[in-house]
């Protein structure tokens, strides 16, 4: 027996996978490095489907119809080259290699050239959607050449999940840029789940709320134009009532936010680009705060200053229900900057490196199986149907609507934190970006002038073209710079 696909890698992810394509109908191969998964998925969930376990990598490649696939769900790095290495030295020209792990996306353009040079097509595939999402419907993201996505897309589309009839799943483009869109949607992952957890802290340090008094409010949001995936978990959550003690789970929960990359990743190469992508950026440094346990433990004496103890004293006549519905508009409001930003960065990637991604399309396959699917995503493929060209999403009349309209909760948010002690970094740097992107002038040419003061590093004037140097040291007048 033959099959058209083989998934190697049989971790939950890999064997999910596996089992998604053999409840689709097609035969899969299996092979995992030690045999015990192999044979635990064969036995325990062969009903789904027709596995072929192979017990070595050749088995695993000959059990193949040619052109071979076979996917990869191993951690990124050292182990995505080692089994890569393994595959391709018993593979055949035209071949395709599937890396479906969390690869940052310069190794797959380094292994996709590698590869392309052996014959050998590389598609280098972000999956979103979890554990859970690989066995339902994942969001799927390939890429690499044309030709690879013939032989692969209809098998990945198959298994990804729809909504309205449309695959979750499309290719992407060339080389990296399926890992590096996966990269991003993480980016955007860490910023909403920051912003959420601001929603969360305001709520217990602003209003008082218990953690079950919250998961109702989430819950209620998420009937809204919130509605999403991270809202509805925040909720579950949230609900969550410890065994142990009998307290709320999330107060046992250390709060350390752990993290393996792919946001740290993206706010770099935001930075290589010169995108200001703060919303995620915020959202790594936030986890790195709450992983600064040392610094924590020192800096927990430092005063806070005066702090408004109460609402009423923070913002004279604004009650708690209307305070709530600021929180629910600041959210919303910092989740449009957040994924503003995210996709601002994805235009600057796909030029930088030359992909032609277009973002309506990326915001259709988030739509579903993926982390941050959510109503909203159908909105953002909405304005980019509109508009291709859309210098930013807040300028998209639907976004620009919304968010003009929460201004004013926003402030009051961002004004109550402060002088209650609350931090909200998300929230914060979104209205500060916000303000900084509608302002007519910025301080920026204070630093030019300083800039100039100490390096002679010139400056431009508003008022005529050329560079400019005052002669700072001697007597002031103004030079045409070279
Ligand atoms: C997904 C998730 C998935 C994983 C993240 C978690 O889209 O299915 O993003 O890829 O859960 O990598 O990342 P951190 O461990 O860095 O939070």
Redesign the pocket.
């Known amino acids: 027996r033959t099959a058209p696909i083989g998934v190697t890698g049989l971790g939950v992810m890999g064997a999910n996978i596996a089992r998604n394509l053999a409840r689709h109908g097609h035969a899969v191969a299996v092979y995992n490095r030690s045999p015990q998964r192999t044979a635990e998925l064969v036995s325990n969930h062969g009903r789904d489907g027709t596995f072929l376990a192979a017990g070595t990598i050749e088995e695993f490649v000959s059990t193949l119809e040619k052109p071979r696939r076979a996917l990869i769900m191993v951690q990124a790095g050292a182990a995505t080259d080692a089994v890569i290495e393994q595959l391709a030295g018993a593979m055949e020209h035209g071949d395709i290699i599937i890396d479906g792990g969390?690869s940052l996306y310069t190794d797959t353009r380094r292994r996709e050239a590698e590869l392309r040079e052996r014959g050998i097509h590389f598609v280098g595939c972000?999956?979103?959607?979890?554990e859970e999402?690989a066995l339902e419907g994942?969001?799927i993201m390939p890429g690499g050449s044309a030709e690879a996505y013939e032989a692969v897309g209809p098998l990945l589309e198959s298994i990804s999940a729809h909504v309205d009839g449309t695959p979750c799943c499309a290719h992407i483009g060339p080389d990296g840029a399926g890992h590096y869109v996966?990269m991003v949607?993480?980016g955007i992952?860490?910023a909403d789940m920051q912003l959420i957890g601001e929603a969360f802290q305001l709520m217990t340090g602003v209003l008082g709320y218990s953690p079950a008094r919250c998961a109702e409010v989430f819950a209620e949001w998420n009937r809204g134009v919130l509605e999403s995936y991270l809202i509805e978990i925040t909720a579950e959550v949230l609900a969550q009532v410890d065994d142990a003690t009998g307290r709320p789970l999330v107060e046992m929960i250390l709060d350390a936010?752990?993290?393996?990359?792919?946001?740290r990743w993206t706010v770099k190469s935001a930075l290589d680009l010169g995108v200001p992508v703060t919303g995620i950026a915020e959202a790594v440094f936030a986890?790195a705060v709450s992983g600064s346990r040392d610094l924590r433990a020192a800096a927990t004496g430092l005063a806070g200053g005066e702090l408004a103890t109460t609402l009423g004293e923070a913002l004279p006549g604004v009650d708690e229900q209307s305070f709530l519905d600021d929180i629910h508009a600041a959210l919303y409001a910092s989740k449009v900057v957040a994924y503003a930003q995210g996709f601002n960065q994805l235009t600057a990637g796909s030029e930088e490196y030359e992909w032609s991604l277009r973002p309506g399309e990326l915001a259709t396959i988030w739509r579903g199986g993926?982390?941050?699917r959510a109503q909203f995503l159908g909105r953002i493929r909405e304005a980019y149907d509109a508009d291709p060209a859309l210098p930013s999403l807040l300028l998209d009349p639907y976004f620009r609507d919304a968010v003009e309209g929460s201004i004013g909760s926003w402030r009051r948010v961002v004004a109550a934190a402060a002088l209650m002690g609350v931090p909200v970094p998300g929230f914060g740097s979104a209205l500060a970006y916000y303000d900084s992107v509608r302002a007519d002038r910025l301080p920026a040419a204070l630093l030019q002038g300083l800039r100039d003061f100490f390096g002679a590093h010139t400056y431009e004037r508003i008022d005529k073209p050329g560079h400019f140097h005052t002669l700072w040291g001697g007597d002031r007048s103004e030079t045409t710079a070279g």
Do not use: A, F, L
Request: include cysteine; charged fraction near 15%; charge should be positive.
């Open positions: 969390n972000g999956i979103s959607g979890g999402g994942p969001s996966k949607h993480n992952e860490y936010t752990g993290q393996k990359g792919t946001g986890r993926c982390i941050i």
